[in-house]
């Protein structure tokens, strides 16, 4: 079992593959591409070595080495990803730049590649991921573009699930150098956390423990500002229990919490949650139909075992007191009833306060 989980998540989950409702949305959408590298092509390194952070620290993950004869394809059809991914495919874009680093996590659910693109004119620097196709994760990427504050940039190319990197500092390395001091710095953040939460909640995203969000800093005029990211959506609606999707369970976020409930009271964690369901409500509505297609989809696609699907569920209308999850067949039929709660209900209660510990 992972310790690092907080000993919610057991085991990995299996790969789902893309249906042909989801195949159509992703078309429709944009997020089908016939070019750059595929998953196949990175899996021929013949030789890796273990990648350490400045401090000396095992990152989990492996710079990998390929043959000379292969590197020069790989490198080629990675700046082509690149390419696509950020300028509509436009190679005039990635003329200055070059392959610097392609690592491998061999702790990821997937063994997930990451590439470091750097240009040559400034040594600037960024990542982007390739991936194996998951249905859960590819809903996860396309609820997180339609619901939170951030927008998402990804693309499917064949079996290959190509994502942007998300800037942020990792939540367990902010827990250690980054936490700040001041009592109105520690309120934003609080905020930003409660708010996490209820998106996480609501959405159904799982696994959100310190390992799998990142903390991106801003300056504002006067002071620091805040936002959550999460950068892991394989748990998009996959287990059965409820407290998967509440990132305030999680052990290792227990100091995220600690900081909530010192500088927050109920009032103002009740506020928080009744402004992201607004938020989340207000979303749906601007998304002009596509989160409605999206759910459309995710209700008829079969992401997890029917059991999950059962005492998930039942646990959502105990919550909710909604009889109405009961009579829902899939992951994103929940999925679908619990947003849509949020505008049905948007200025209720939100129901018992899940910004902290059990109250």
């Not at 190679?91 to 063994?111: F, Q, W």
């Not at 590649?113 to 991936?131: G, L, W």
């Not at 190319?157 to 367990?172: K, S």
Request: glycine share 4%; hydrophobic share 35%.
């Amino acid at each position: 079992m992972n310790e690092d989980r907080g000993n919610l998540i057991s085991r990995k989950k299996p790969l789902y593959p893309i249906t042909n409702g989801l195949n159509t949305y992703l078309e429709r959408y944009r997020r089908i591409r016939t070019r750059g590298v595929k998953y196949a092509d990175l899996t021929r390194y013949d030789n890796s070595i273990t990648l350490f952070d400045e401090q000396g620290r095992d990152t989990l993950w492996s710079t990998v080495f390929f043959p000379d004869l292969e590197q020069t394809e790989v490198h080629r059809a990675l700046l082509e990803t690149y390419a696509v991914l950020k300028s509509y495919g436009d190679m005039s874009a990635v003329e200055d730049l070059y392959v610097d680093r392609i690592d491998l996590c061999l702790y990821g659910n997937t063994l997930p590649y990451r590439a470091r693109i750097v240009n040559k004119i400034n040594e600037n620097f960024d990542y982007f991921y390739i991936k194996q196709v998951d249905a859960n994760r590819i809903y996860g990427l396309e609820l997180e573009h339609i619901l939170s504050p951030s927008r998402i940039q990804y693309f499917v190319n064949d079996r290959t699930l190509i994502e942007e990197h998300i800037i942020g500092i990792p939540a367990r390395d902010f827990l250690r150098n980054d936490v700040p001091e001041k009592t109105f710095d520690q309120v934003r953040l609080a905020k930003v956390f409660v708010k996490f939460n209820e998106r996480c909640f609501v959405r159904l995203l799982g696994d959100m423990h310190a390992g799998n969000f990142v903390i991106d800093v801003r300056r504002d005029f006067e002071k620091s500002h805040y936002m959550v990211r999460p950068i892991d959506f394989d748990q998009q609606s996959h287990h059965w229990r409820r407290d998967v999707y509440e990132p305030n369970k999680y052990p290792n976020n227990r100091e995220f919490v600690d900081l909530t409930m010192h500088v927050l009271n109920e009032d103002n964690r009740n506020q928080y949650r009744l402004e992201e369901r607004a938020q989340i409500a207000n979303r749906i509505l601007v998304s002009h139909g596509r989160f409605n297609a999206l759910i459309s989809v995710m209700e008829k696609d079969c992401i997890t075992e029917p059991t999950n699907v059962e005492r998930l569920a039942e646990q959502l209308a105990e919550h909710y007191e909604a009889d109405a999850f009961l009579r829902c067949a899939s992951m994103g039929a929940l999925v679908g009833k619990s947003t849509r709660m949020v505008l049905e209900h948007g200025a209720d209660e939100p129901g018992p306060d899940r910004s902290g510990h059990d109250t």
